[in-house]
């Protein structure tokens, strides 16, 4: 492997490491997620490009003794401060970063590009955290191959009705009719309404841009967001440890 590595990256995480020095979590659309120091870091010229949901071209030293990276310099492209100054967006990104974070291999290009501009949404799309959430999740679930039919029950084969309410399979991991479901059908985030439904299937064929600026009720926003977070953590096996519900409900979101 080449010594001096020069790439695009988003900054996932980055905690104190030693006395004076950061390590920090990196998502390379080439090299994938990555531990990287950034030594004197805490007080040093990188000091604010080594911050969680900076993204830019970072200059990067590979010990091949040590097997380890090192942050030489970064030329910022957005350091993420409109995401970290902002509660809600904070608690709704970090859960973003989080599902990144549990991709276990695949096309990281892909995935770089997913958040990069989901990410950046947080800036230009004021007061849209929930749908900028849902519309990364639902993709998120596409890139890991996932992603069901919304037309038809991937179990019986039936085809949906217009007006009707879509369960889940949890041992298949799969959205299906109520007939093949095998958990409880009054479970609140497993179930999908005819109306939620029928966003996610105009939304997915929008851009990631045009999809969010599609308006839903509070009702309805967070409905979705709460399925959308039901359904990755059935698929991921376990709960996000960064989503603190606690926190969402007392200020409101």
Known sequence: MERNITTEAIVLTSRRWGELHRLVTLLSPTLGIISAVNYGGRKGKLASAVKPFTNGKYYLYYNNIRKEYSIRDAQISSYGDFISC???NLYVALPMVELAMRVEGGDWAKLYALLKEHLNLFETQKDSAKRIFIQY???MIELMGLQCDLSQCPICLKNYQDDETLYFNYNMHTVCCLS??????????GML????RRYLSFTEKLSIQEAVKIELSATASERLFRYVVSYLTTILGSPLKSLNKSVLETKGF
């Open 86 to 88: 902002d509660i809600l």
């Open 137 to 139: 999740g639902w993709r």
């Open 180 to 189: 093949c479901s095998d958990g409880q059908p009054k479970i609140y985030e």
């Open 193 to 196: 309404p005819p109306g939620a």
